[in-house]
């Protein structure tokens, strides 16, 4: 009789266990420092520790490099992930939450005279547009949708949508959550406008992914010599899933130029993360 109530009270135990990380949303069981590795069930990680291991070895070698990465196998895990970056048009993907929340409410309708600033500002990431969206939703705009998404150390710029201070963490954190971000009647209408990216701009994380996943996306650049900024920037944060279900979101920052250098380095990330297809999971309840 005691050996079968020992029996019991182990199993009420490790139930209230799996509840209680279960309870727990996987964007929020990041790290505090640069690796954070947690354990939960399952203990199949993806990507895999020696490929973090990986990209923070080469992330390392390139200077002024910051990369998170968000799944729900073992939480937020990356390399120099707090650190903060000039967003450059990677804050057009947080302006065109901003609108579509503000359009929901108003009561607005989502009309052509929108759509013709909101698409152009998504898929070739035109800065006219994103000028006409930022003076509709404004750094208040901005700040409500960091806020949702659980971004924590997001600075708004004011008068300069930009400029806006950004970290790996945090945009990891927003395209984790992306379906959130954005007003259920809306959702379809952005998720497709991240999705379809004009093939010029489709660099990085789309090049290195490969067959099996969908992808949602926006990246930034900078170059250098233009005035009224802190620099040149390439940037790139998207959200990926994979046929087999792995869903998760990466970010990329970076103060390397636009064109070969900082593309490569986001696409090589990306590249040794994704490098090896998402493990089988059967037998464990994913949290």
């Known amino acids: ?7 019991a009270a182990t199993l009420v135990a490790l139930i209230v266990l799996l509840v209680a990380a279960a309870e727990r949303s996987p964007a929020d069981r990041d790290h505090r420092g640069r690796h954070g590795r947690h354990k939960v069930w399952p203990r199949l990680a993806y990507p895999q520790p020696r490929a973090i291991h990986r ?27 707090d650190t903060q970056y000039s967003s450059a048009s990677v804050s057009k993907a947080l302006l065109l939450a901003a609108e579509l929340r503000r359009l929901e409410r108003a009561g607005e309708p989502l009309d052509s005279a929108t759509k013709a ?15 006409a969206i930022y003076a509709r939703v404004g750094d208040a705009g901005l700040r409500e949708v960091a806020s949702r998404a659980g971004m924590r150390n997001f600075e708004p710029i004011p008068g300069f949508w930009g400029g806006d201070k950004v970290t790996a963490a945090d945009l990891a954190r927003f395209f984790y959550r992306l379906d959130a971000a954005f007003p259920h009647r809306y959702r379809a209408y952005a998720k497709r406008l991240l999705a379809g990216i004009t093939p010029v701009e489709r660099w990085g994380i789309p090049q290195a992914a490969g067959r099996g996943w969908s992808i949602w996306f926006k990246g930034g650049w900078r170059p250098p010599g233009e ?4 620099g040149p920037v390439t940037h790139q944060a998207a959200l990926l899933v994979h046929q087999s279900g792995e869903r998760l979101a990466l970010a990329v920052l970076t103060d390397e130029i636009p064109g070969a250098g900082g593309i490569s380095a986001i696409e090589e990330i990306a590249r040794l993360l994704l490098s090896k297809p998402p493990p089988h999971r059967g037998g464990w309840a994913t949290l």
């Not at 005035?227 to 802190?230: D, I, L, V």
């Open 117 to 131: 600033f909101l698409e152009p500002m998504i898929t070739y990431s035109d800065n006219r547009s994103g000028d």
């Open 227 to 230: 005035k009224n900024n802190s």
């Open 55 to 81: 990209a923070e070895e080469y992330a390392a070698s390139r200077g002024a490099m910051a990369f998170a990465v968000i799944d729900r196998s073992i939480g937020l895990r990356g390399y120099e992930a």
């Open 1 to 7: 009789m005691a050996r079968a109530s020992r029996i």
